[in-house]
């Protein structure tokens, strides 16, 4: 199901050519609507440079396109070939409700929330470790991070960036796979620093690398892809179906749910790093600091 990274710049270009020789616009046309030079333009759509993913958004833009059709076509085995277990598990009992377009994606959103709030715990304990003086190998140790996830000299991030908006996508599933950030580096071959900026949307991803990611991810590339109005797509679809009597009930009890889940989740986790500090022979009263766990919490 995957597009091998050593020709996806020419057969992205090729799709882009295309999709320009559909629209009646010649590659100077084009270039001067994205404000690009004619030399540049066609070096994309020749395969000779790698084009960057917020031009291929520029590029789709003016071409009246999503930019996913702009991307080499994997072969599609299932529907919901991109799910993690657990979610298909859950939305399973929806199959025959007529509600398999949100239903989904709701899951998901509260499937991916509790991961995210793992994380959060895990990073709330490790940066507390760290001014308690507890060395770096223990902490790793202990939450599964690494310095650079806990580090507190982060630099400013533009959310309303692409690459931000990447970065996040790949963390999701990062997540939902239950790969640390070392483990994906490993499998995709490049540093621990560079996943962690590609991330925070710190350093410009290519589609080469990102091709690789989602493949040790097994994931279509497109669930990493940012759709423009995706957030509007989910509200829409929660509104069609609104007078659902089924879907209310499923939106309260994912609401409902969520809430109340937070701190349950963000507490199981402390403790889960709690007794891995204990393991590592660290002293109770750093670990009552650092968790803001109280001790019977931390002995049950």
Same mark, same amino acid.
């Given at each position: 199901?995957?597009?091998?990274?050593?020709? $996806?710049?020419?057969?992205?270009?090729?799709?882009?050519?295309?999709?320009?020789?559909?629209?009646?616009?010649?590659?100077?046309?084009?270039?001067?609507?994205?404000?690009?030079? !004619?030399?540049?333009? %066609?070096?994309?759509?020749?395969?000779?440079? @790698?084009?960057?993913?917020?031009?291929?958004?520029?590029?789709?833009?003016?071409?009246? $396109?999503?930019?996913?059709?702009?991307?080499?076509?994997?072969?599609?085995?299932?529907? =919901?070939?991109? /799910?993690?277990? /657990?979610?298909? =598990?859950?939305?399973?009992?929806?199959? %025959?409700?007529?509600?398999?377009?949100?239903?989904?994606?709701? $899951?998901?959103?509260?499937?991916?929330?509790?991961?995210?709030?793992?994380? /959060?715990?895990?990073?709330?304990?490790?940066?507390?470790?760290?001014?308690?003086?507890?060395?770096?190998?223990?902490?790793?140790?202990?939450?599964?991070?690494?310095?650079?996830? =806990?580090?507190?000299?982060?630099?400013?991030?533009?959310?309303?960036?692409?690459? !931000?908006?990447?970065?996040?996508?790949?963390?999701?599933?990062?997540?939902?796979?239950?790969?640390?950030?070392?483990?994906?580096?490993?499998?995709?071959?490049?540093?621990?620093?560079?996943?962690?900026?590609? #991330?925070?949307?710190?350093?410009?991803?290519?589609?080469?690398?990102?091709?690789?990611?989602?493949?040790?991810?097994?994931?279509?590339?497109? $669930?990493?892809?940012?759709?423009?109005?995706?957030?509007?797509?989910?509200?829409?679809?929660?509104? #069609? =179906?609104?007078?659902? /009597?089924?879907?209310?009930?499923?939106?309260?009890?994912?609401?409902?749910?969520?809430?109340?889940?937070? #701190?349950?989740?963000?507490?199981?986790?402390?403790?889960?790093?709690?007794?891995?500090?204990?393991?590592?022979?660290?002293?109770?009263?750093?670990?009552?600091?650092?968790?803001?766990?109280? @001790?019977?919490?931390?002995?049950?």
């Amino acid at each position: 199901m995957f597009v091998s990274a050593s020709n $996806v710049s020419y057969r992205i270009g090729q799709r882009i050519e295309n999709c320009r020789l559909m629209r009646g616009h010649t590659q100077i046309g084009l270039a001067s609507k994205i404000g690009l030079t !004619y030399q540049e333009v %066609n070096s994309y759509e020749s395969g000779y440079s @790698a084009i960057p993913i917020e031009v291929l958004y520029v590029i789709a833009r003016v071409l009246s $396109v999503n930019v996913v059709d702009l991307l080499p076509k994997p072969i599609t085995v299932r529907e =919901y070939e991109d /799910e993690d277990e /657990e979610i298909l =598990y859950l939305t399973k009992i929806y199959e %025959n409700q007529k509600l398999g377009k949100i239903v989904p994606s709701l $899951v998901r959103f509260v499937h991916i929330s509790e991961k995210i709030n793992q994380e /959060e715990a895990r990073l709330e304990v490790a940066k507390n470790l760290v001014k308690e003086g507890v060395s770096i190998d223990i902490i790793s140790q202990a939450t599964g991070l690494s310095i650079h996830e =806990y580090d507190n000299t982060e630099r400013e991030i533009c959310t309303d960036s692409i690459y !931000y908006r990447v970065g996040q996508r790949i963390r999701e599933w990062r997540l939902i796979r239950r790969y640390t950030q070392e483990d994906l580096a490993n499998k995709v071959g490049v540093t621990l620093k560079e996943i962690h900026e590609y #991330e925070k949307g710190y350093t410009a991803i290519s589609f080469d690398k990102l091709y690789q990611i989602a493949e040790q991810l097994s994931v279509n590339i497109k $669930v990493l892809l940012p759709k423009t109005r995706e957030s509007k797509k989910l509200l829409s679809l929660i509104n #069609e =179906y609104r007078e659902q /009597e089924s879907l209310d009930a499923l939106v309260k009890f994912l609401s409902e749910d969520m809430k109340n889940g937070k #701190e349950k989740v963000k507490k199981t986790e402390k403790i889960k790093v709690a007794k891995n500090l204990v393991k590592a022979g660290v002293s109770t009263d750093v670990i009552l600091r650092a968790s803001g766990l109280t @001790a019977d919490e931390c002995e049950n």
